[in-house]
């Protein structure tokens, strides 16, 4: 597994349309080599992710990446999850109904994976979270040197210094698994967080849908099957004419993550009340007086700005040229 000088990369995933972007650019990207994917629940139920996640590996003809199931449940245990099937189609995948994968999820959880794989290869292995954290979080509490031993995480998640798009205070994937997503920021793990504070300012617009259609590519012909469901959702909720680019973000970050730049804090996520899910960023300049849930929590680095439009050349040209 892995190969020579490519940074090692676990997706951790939803699938989603847009996470499906985001694979498909991930496993055209020479500078990245995924290891495995691991699920989770979010735009779809866990069972229905790890399927998803199968088949785009089919689609791709990558049978050979190992794809673990993650949990059913929050680490809260709870099983009521929202499930953002109305953004995605009620198959995660634009409605299209394909035919079930011929594949099987390995027989290790995703949280066993993501230890068993960064004790094999500590301090290189990069998880890419696009989905609640909560396997991300099961994975420490397994091994409490898991935050060490990882080489980095590069989390979509938050709403810093915007609005939410779950409500007001909330981004979706934090929303999800609120206590995870606390454990993990805290955790002292190398991490980049990725809000929806930068991703809404990369947009996939209708006149580059066109330049994917006009592609023999087959991840192109795949996605234009796919997106109609995710452009009417953003028509809607959001009155613009395209789809915003959070997952494939995320990537791209993991990538090349001097599109974007960073900030570094302390972020600790509210688990109650109105504003359960907000994530809020301590900037550490002031020295309070008082010992306090924030003093003495590692700092891990969240995004601030991003060269959108190098950010979608670069998801353009890995889809066009695969």
Not at 192 to 220: M, P
Not at 244 to 259: F, G, K, R
């Amino acid at each position: 597994m892995g190969e020579a000088g490519k940074k090692k990369v676990i997706i951790d995933t939803d699938p989603g349309i847009d996470d499906a972007m985001a694979i498909f650019v991930a496993l055209n990207s020479p500078e990245i080599d995924v290891i495995g994917l691991t699920t989770i629940y979010g735009n779809v139920y866990t069972t229905l992710a790890t399927r998803n996640a199968l088949h785009l590996l089919e689609v791709a003809g990558r049978c050979d990446i190992p794809v673990a199931e993650g949990s059913q449940v929050s680490l809260m245990k709870a099983t009521k999850l929202r499930i953002a099937d109305f953004v995605h189609g009620t198959d995660g995948l634009g409605n299209q109904n394909f035919p079930p994968p011929n594949g099987r999820p390995i027989d290790q959880s995703a949280a066993s994976f993501l230890v068993e794989q960064v004790n094999l290869h500590p301090g290189e292995i990069t998880v890419v979270a696009l989905g609640p954290l909560t396997n991300v979080a099961l994975a420490i509490e397994q091994d409490p040197a898991f935050p060490k031993k990882v080489g980095q995480i590069v989390i979509l998640g938050g709403a810093f210094w915007v609005n939410g798009n779950v409500n007001p205070a909330t981004e979706a994937n934090i929303f999800g698994d609120p206590e995870a997503a606390d454990a993990v920021f805290t955790s002292g793990a190398d991490i980049l967080a990725i809000g929806i504070n930068t991703t809404h300012q990369v947009v996939l617009t209708d006149a580059d849908l066109e330049k994917l259609q006009k592609s023999n590519s087959k991840f192109c012909q795949y996605l234009c099957k796919i997106l109609g469901v995710y452009f009417s959702y953003h028509r809607e909720a959001y009155s613009i004419k395209g789809v915003y680019l959070h997952d494939p973000t995320t990537v791209v970050a993991a990538i090349n993550p001097s599109l974007l730049t960073y900030t570094e804090g302390v972020v600790r996520v509210q688990t109650c009340g109105i504003t359960r899910g907000l994530t809020l960023f301590d900037n550490t300049k002031k020295r309070y007086g008082e010992m306090t849930e924030w003093t003495g929590k590692p700092k891990i680095k969240v995004a601030v700005t991003v060269d959108a439009p190098a950010v979608v050349q670069l998801v353009m040209d890995r889809l066009i040229n695969s």
